[in-house]
């Protein structure tokens, strides 16, 4: 039984599709209720298991909700893939206004706090279990300063956490994406893009290829690989990891 939180597009279905792929049956869990169900009927055409939940994982509650919701329908939770987040603008730090910086980090940052927070009591409980947070190489990036930040957080969360559940059958990594070609389903800022906006994320795309030592972005299968082995029982001896899958980059 795997969740993946932030699966209706992108690095997040790539994860849940893999997952199906490989025996697990998945709920997609993200607060865009078309688009979520949308990817879960993608997964069952293809004769997979799969099922939305849909939440805010913002907000505590709907966070705690959630796994709630999980626990209820399946009765235990084996993996939980941690993948809310995403830049919402890009410029210089001094440019942001203090709302955007603070909604930076709910969106980056707060997301994987409340899902670590819910999931382990039912983790705990069952004895076993392994989570997987989404971190990104954007902690050494251009025009995204607080998104940076939340990202590090991530990746601090990860280390911490695993050392305080290391006798308790539960395995906490991170996988942290260089650039990935993905296809957005959901508007990135529900307000359109100003010229400062593209010029922006143009600069974020220049200085990511140029620090990726392969040259390239990576798709979204090549994330989902990572993410599966760490939540495999392949992986039984690695926690507390970061894992750059970015081309040879690193945060």
């Known amino acids: ?23 697990a049956t998945v709920v997609i869990a993200d607060r865009a209720e078309d688009a979520a169900n949308a990817a879960a009927e ?4 293809e004769g997979l298991e799969a099922s939305t939940a849909v ?7 709907e966070a705690e909700a959630l796994y709630r919701t999980v626990m209820e329908r399946h009765g235990k939770i084996d993996i939980a893939v941690h993948n809310v987040g995403g830049t919402i603008w890009a410029k210089p ?4 206004e203090p709302d955007e910086i603070i909604a930076e980090i709910n969106r980056s940052l707060w997301p994987t706090l409340w899902c670590c927070h819910a999931v382990l ?29 939340a ?17 308790c059958g539960i395995r906490v990594n991170c996988v942290a994406p260089g650039g ?32 990726t030592p392969l040259g390239r972005f990576g798709e979204p299968h090549e994330l989902a690989a990572a993410v599966c082995f760490l939540a495999a ?10 894992l750059y899958v970015a081309g040879g980059g690193i945060g």
């Open 55 to 61: 939440h805010d994982l913002e907000q505590r509650k």
């Open 1 to 23: 039984m795997a969740i993946v939180t932030g699966a209706a597009q992108g690095i997040g279905l790539a994860c849940a599709r893999q997952m199906a792929v490989e025996g």
């Open 93 to 96: 730090y001094w440019e942001y």
């Open 180 to 211: 990935v070609n993905v296809t957005r389903v959901t508007p990135r800022n529900p307000a359109p893009p100003t010229e400062a906006d593209k010029e922006g994320f143009g600069e974020v795309m220049e200085q990511t290829l140029r620090d």
């Open 121 to 149: 009591p039912h983790m705990r409980k069952a004895g076993r279990g392994a989570i997987v947070n989404i971190g990104s190489v954007a902690t050494r990036g251009v025009n995204r300063v607080p998104y940076a930040a």
């Open 42 to 45: 993608g997964l069952l055409a």
């Open 151 to 167: 990202k590090g957080g991530v990746s601090a969360l990860t280390s911490a956490l695993s050392l305080e559940l290391s006798d």
């Open 233 to 242: 029982d392949e992986a039984s001896y690695i926690t507390g990891q970061t």
